[in-house]
T-cell receptor
Framework: AQKITQAQTEISVVEKEDVTLDCVYE???????LFWYKQPPSGELVFLIR??????QNEISGRYSWNFQKSTSSFNFTITASQVVDSAVYFC??????????FGAGTRLTVKP | EAGVVQSPRYKIIEKKQPVAFWCNPI?????LYWYRQNLGQGPELLIR????????DSQLPKDRFSAERLKGVDSTLKIQPAELGDSAVYLC??????????????FGPGTRLTVL
């Protein structure tokens, strides 16, 4: 069975602080994909990144960076110099061999000015 | 390019009433998904379509929920009759080819259903 755990239910930071959102996954598949989505108050899930199980290279996109470690089954997401517009619920998700995407419960990030 | 379109955005109904949600996927996307998102939780898949065919409806409560995707483009999700526990956000997503694990799903804004 596939499972995503986002242990942090809510995080609150002050603008310009760095923040890391944790994601731990469980799967028996050898080939799988991990995703991060952002859900702002408007409700729409916005795709941020996709990472396959064979590519452990970290990725940086502007203020966003992702750390994928198969040894610890983690795919953590860091926002550098956070901004108020980063306030949202962030979901980590896993898609395996049956193409069934499983989402974590989400982490609500609040960035205060 | 237009994203996934859903309507209505909000719906309030009395229990036992029927309700329907509509979704138009991104042009050219063959796969369409309906998810339900309960408050404080992540989305959970209800049904997945590959073109007109429902290829995964194992999580769809078939006693009261039904869905269709005529002509392999837009789709309708119906609940009849609605129960209090159906209050949630219903999200539609689409992807180019959901048969591939590599596929990325793009989501619409959702329909927030409140059953009174």
């Amino acid at each position: 069975a596939q499972k995503i755990t986002q242990a942090q239910t809510e995080i609150s930071v002050v603008e310009k602080e760095d923040v890391t959102l944790d994601c731990v996954y469980e799967t028996r598949d050898t080939t799988y994909y991990l995703f991060w989505y952002k859900q702002p108050p408007s409700g729409e899930l916005v795709f941020l990144i996709r990472r396959n199980s064979f590519d452990e290279q970290n990725e940086i996109s502007g203020r966003y960076s992702w750390n994928f470690q198969k040894s610890t089954s983690s795919f953590n997401f860091t926002i550098t110099a956070s901004q108020v517009v980063d306030s949202a619920v962030y979901f980590c998700a896993l898609s395996g061999s049956n193409n069934d995407m499983r989402f974590g419960a989400g982490t609500r990030l609040t960035v205060k000015p | 390019e237009a994203g996934v379109v859903q309507s209505p955005r909000y719906k309030i109904i009395e229990k036992k009433q029927p309700v329907a949600f509509w979704c138009n996927p991104i042009s050219g996307h063959n796969t369409l998904y309906w998810y339900r998102q309960n408050l404080g939780q992540g989305p959970e898949l209800l049904i997945r379509y590959e073109n007109e065919e429902a290829v995964d409806d194992s999580q769809l409560p078939k006693d009261r929920f039904s869905a269709e995707r005529l002509k392999g483009v837009d789709s309708t999700l119906k609940i009849q009759p609605a129960e209090l526990g159906d209050s949630a956000v219903y999200l539609c997503a689409s992807s180019l080819d959901g048969s591939r694990t590599t596929d990325t799903q793009y989501f619409g804004p959702g329909t927030r259903l409140t059953v009174l």
